[in-house]
């Protein structure tokens, strides 16, 4: 029962430590997009220092984040794991749902930052049109985040990997970094119980342009999802059935 009580009164300070900083940043914000990422790199700060004193779970990043233009390819458990890859990079963004747009100070950050926001089947000329902003420098460049399962999973879920990610790594003509993680053991993606432990995201070593779609899926999917079986061992998972 107090882990729960320490967990909701960390939940509660974490949105109210977000909107106090997006009222905070906002005049950087509009002033340039750096402004708007190290709004949100201060928001990950403050959840992850908080997590670890308020309610017992550490955080750690293994591997090398990347600085560079690449993909990221990644494991996604929970809300967690978004906070870790992006705090770990200095230019992260997202492809997301064009509803998402209209969120209060999400949205608007989101946009700032370089989130993509497309309509459904139309994923194609949203990437069009940000590798096009990119090349005229209406954009900076930076590190395009993308979940290949396209949802949360539970550890011990097999989802399936979706292939649009190969389009995607085919028309970036970028290299791609596999993530793998096992936060959702102690943060998982329903209700607001966080348990104490060490959540890790790990950068896994990239995998170059070049490869056709089912190389490039099989390497992808093995390699996610080995590393991460291994850290769910390490974090104590133990699969039901």
Known sequence: MMQLIRSFIHIVQMYLAMAVL???YFPFALASAAGAHAACHAFCRWTLWTLDWMVGLKTEVR?????DEVMIAAKHQSFLDIILIYNA???GK???????MFSPILGQYALRIGCVPVNRGKRGLAIKKMLHDVKSGKQQGGQLIIYPQGTRVAPGVSVPFKVGTAALYEQLGQPCVPVATNVGVFWPRHGILRKQGLGVVEFLPR???GLGTAAFMKR???????ASEALL???GFVRRG
């Open 233 to 235: 061992v390490e974090a």
């Open 89 to 91: 990079v200095p230019r």
């Open 22 to 24: 997006a009222i905070v």
């Open 94 to 100: 997202f492809i997301m749902k064009r509803q998402l």
């Open 63 to 67: 591997g090398t984040p990347p600085t």
């Open 207 to 209: 995998i170059e342009p």
């Open 220 to 226: 992808m999917e093995t390699e996610i999802e080995t």
